[in-house]
């Protein structure tokens, strides 16, 4: 399993981006799993269900499955936010993670960022972002710059930079 990240601020088009990628990679015949990250409360199940029940009732954990899908819901009530590392044991094996966000965390990164966006950008003081994809130049950003609507070439970019899931561990333990 091979690790990458996509970094930007909020409405820099991360989400827009990674829903073109991930049926370009689909293509290409690599499975791919994401990781997204919330500032925020969210749910995912509707009030008044069953689940949603368990859960309002106490349930540390809460497995809704049916013939389609399952999803397990894991309340963490007073327990802090997991961290990547953490998250990413989590996931069965596939070809390829892609994490939305996280931005402040040490694995490899491709920057989106969008001019109109008028936030500056984050790669002049992050190292672990290997590449931009942006709708602007940046001469002299010492990593290479895509345009945003560039599916294929941010693509291969993206499974060029990806790290192997041991080097990424590794690096969010300071051993790297």
Known sequence: M???GL??????????LLTGLIP???????RVSTIKHAHHAFDLDTSGKDSWAHRQAGAAEVLISSAKRWALLHELRDEPEPAL???????????????????RDPHAK???YR???GKPPLHPGDASIVAIASDTAFPGAGRPVIG????????DCLLAE???LDQVLARARGEV
């Open 85 to 103: 590392p953490e998250l990413l044991s989590r996931l069965s094996p596939v070809d390829l993670v892609i994490v939305e966000g996280f931005k």
């Open 115 to 117: 001019a109109a966006n």
């Open 162 to 164: 990806a790290q192997p």
């Open 2 to 4: 091979r690790v990458i």
């Open 110 to 112: 491709l920057e989106v």
């Open 24 to 30: 370009e990679f689909e293509r290409r015949g690599i």
């Open 148 to 155: 945003l609507d560039e599916l294929p070439a941010i693509a």
């Open 7 to 16: 970094a930007g601020w909020s409405g820099a088009g991360k989400t827009t």
